[in-house]
């Protein structure tokens, strides 16, 4: 099983910036494509941006390109998401996703979820 920790929510003004990281533990046998999804209050959960298995490839949402960006982590398979000028559409619960599979976005595509970290921009 593997679990994930995400950390580096929290509350901030419009245009200012976060950083949020996951890293994952437990057994891990193999490079995992690393997710982070969000969902604000009475939305689905979309898509914000997906680091994929080679560490370098990514997706970005048309709402966050040119705002946030998905880089490795230190360790093996963590990742962390430097979210920049902050807008308060972007206020939601952000979940760091896993799969072993490569270049998947969707979220049915994704075996492993995290507990959610709140990201609140205020205007």
């Known amino acids: 099983q593997v679990h994930l920790a995400e950390s580096g929510g929290g509350s901030v003004q419009a245009g200012g910036s976060l950083r949020l990281s996951c890293a994952p533990s437990g057994y891990i046998y193999s490079r995992m494509s690393m997710g982070w999804f969000r969902q604000a209050p009475g939305k689905e959960r979309e898509g914000v941006a997906v680091l994929f298995t080679n560490g370098i490839n990514a997706y970005y949402a048309d709402s966050v390109k040119g705002r946030f960006t998905i880089t490795q982590g230190d360790a093996r398979n963590t990742v962390n998401l430097q979210m920049s000028n902050l807008k308060p559409e972007d206020s939601a619960m952000y979940y760091c996703?896993?799969?072993?599979?490569?270049?998947?976005?969707?979220?049915?595509?994704?075996?492993?979820w995290g507990q959610g970290t709140q990201v609140t921009v205020s205007s």
């Open positions: 996703a896993a799969s072993y599979r490569s270049r998947v976005v969707q979220e049915a595509d994704f075996e492993y």
